[in-house]
């Protein structure tokens, strides 16, 4: 259907887009999720209740999260620079998906958290476990489930958030979507960059979904 | 030797501004081997006391002193190894949902950092014991609520505790799974000689275990003393409201209203004796008997009546006097009860 160049661009393309999810997804999760336990365990009635650090954990979240996307792709172009040298391509890119996702992660992970039953929790204090055991034999595996299934969301939206950064030349499927399918006019590439992203989402949904029901152990 | 001493306790939460009292100056003394209840209706402070015994609630005032030790003098460190040492279970049972049974025993053995395979052993060891090693692979959500609690009571012992904190830990339970769990506590006390301490708002688990019961409502003790003794003759409004339970209440006798009623309790010097047909016989008037069941009390078999006495207030007199000389208790039942 199409010529060699074309085919390898798409293969390229696949290539950047996994490369930008993963990365962003991993990076994301190694700031959010501590984040997201630091607010978990900060907050009124939590383990270690600390008005200051929730109060400008709280704070810090709701503002990067309330930037678009795409305007904070723009406004992080120098930072971007600082970091990978270069402000456009996919590297470049994951350095704004990781900022955009890392918050939105953390309310995932103390969301997640909050569905842990209090009452295991309280047991695990009454056997004198410490925060630091509570968290990682408590919190962590009793919320598994619900941590793995929040990832595979996160990833799914990371996976769009990457595509829409091909509009200022972030690579990937989505970069190739604009330049091909907007500028040019080239709608057959539009199409199959398109079938590609839902086809590649499906994969991480249906592989999460399946992952989390496997995780599970109270209902069988 | 007083295995958890209890000096003045009191506990302020400061709900919205405002302050609930939900401890007030309690003051128990627990002997070691012991089975303690601690009885009240919901909402008296049972909980809130029982979670003063390993500190998970601080107290506003007053001390509490486990195996001579002033808990409030630990440092955190030293707490948690205190907590180690006093286990607990609960009403919802608190099993954690993603581990299988066998881990579930395991896991407070992991948080002392104990070798897996010792762990497992000594696991597999209490499981037998509780009577539910056929079911160390299964996952808590496909356990029944009786099975559930007691791979509880194996996590709580791991440790090998000297005490054992049960906050309403039958009350999820149905009366025959309550009586075999019942069963199970007062084995382990003897077997271990394990202090106990039983949270319930249900008479009949103290009288069926325990020693030694305090009551408890709006934050005090308010009786205190031998099961047996309170339960043949309760002071209290609290106390005598709790032992006759909800059954009286619910009896729809027209009757218990228009007389006069009272509730006699038989020890085992008084059952010989034909009491009631002596009463009748003698006042030559009919007793109306609303209630009738014997009970067991710490081991002894105990009779329990509540009888409806016919109207005259000279006549109902000699006949409470009566029965007192018999060797019976009698106490009144109240209109309101
Ligand atoms: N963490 C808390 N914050 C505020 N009020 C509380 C808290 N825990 C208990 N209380 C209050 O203290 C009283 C006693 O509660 P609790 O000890 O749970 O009673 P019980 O276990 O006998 O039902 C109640 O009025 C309850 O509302
Ligand atoms: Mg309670």
Known sequence: MFDAKVT????????????????????GYVVGLPFGILLFITRKDGLRPNRIIYAVGDFICNI??????????????????????????????????????????????????????PGVIEMAKSMGASTRQIIFKVLLVEARVSLF????????????YSAMSGTVGGGGLGDIAVRYGYYRWQTDIMIITVALLIVIFQIIQNVGTRFSIHLDHRKR | MQEIEIRNLSKQFDVKGHVVDALRGISLSIEKGDIFG???????????????????????????????????????RELRKKRSEIGMIFQSFNLLEQKNVLDNV????????????????????????VNIADKEKAYPSQLSGGQKQRVAIARALATNPKILLCDEATSALDPQTTESILRLLKEINEKLDLTIVVITHQMSVV???CKKVAII???????????????????????????????????????????RRIRIVFNENSSEE?????????????????????????????????????????????????????GLTVTEVRENV
């Open chain 2, 207 to 209: 009288t069926q275990i």
């Open chain 1, 149 to 160: 299934t929040g990832a595979t969301i996160t990833t799914g939206i990371l996976l769009g």
């Open chain 1, 64 to 117: 990067i999260r309330s930037v678009p996307f795409l305007i904070l792709l723009i406004l992080l172009i120098p930072f971007t620079r600082a970091v990978v040298g270069k402000s456009y391509g996919s590297t470049a890119t994951i350095v704004p998906l990781v900022i955009c996702a890392a918050p939105y992660i953390a309310r995932v992970v103390e969301s997640s958290l909050n569905e842990v039953d």
């Open chain 2, 106 to 129: 395991c896991f407070p053995l992991e948080l002392a950092g104990i070798k897996k395979k010792e762990a497992r052993k000594k696991a597999k060891e209490l499981l037998e014991t």
């Open chain 2, 38 to 76: 601690i009885i009240g209706m919901s909402g008296a402070g049972k909980s809130t006391l029982v979670r003063s015994i390993n500190f998970l609630e601080k107290p506003t005032d007053g001390q509490v002193f486990v195996g001579g030790v002033d808990l409030a003098s630990l440092s955190g």
């Open chain 1, 8 to 27: 390898e661009m798409i293969l390229v393309g696949i290539r950047d887009t996994l490369y930008m999810t993963v990365f962003s997804a991993f990076f």
């Open chain 2, 217 to 259: 409502e709006a934050g005090s003790v308010v009786e205190e003393g031998l099961v047996e003794d309170i339960f043949a003759a309760p002071k209290s409004d609290a106390a005598r409201e709790l032992i006759l339970e909800k059954k009286v209440r619910y009896t729809p006798v027209e009757a218990l209203h228009a007389h």
């Open chain 2, 274 to 326: 034909p009491v009631i047909a002596n009463l009748i016989l003698k006042y030559r008037v009919p007793v109306n008997i609303l209630k009738a069941d014997t009970k067991n009390v710490g081991g002894k078999a105990r009779g329990e009546m509540i009888l409806g006495l016919p109207e005259g207030e000279k006549l109902q007199e000699d006949m409470i006097e009566s029965l007192r000389k018999s």
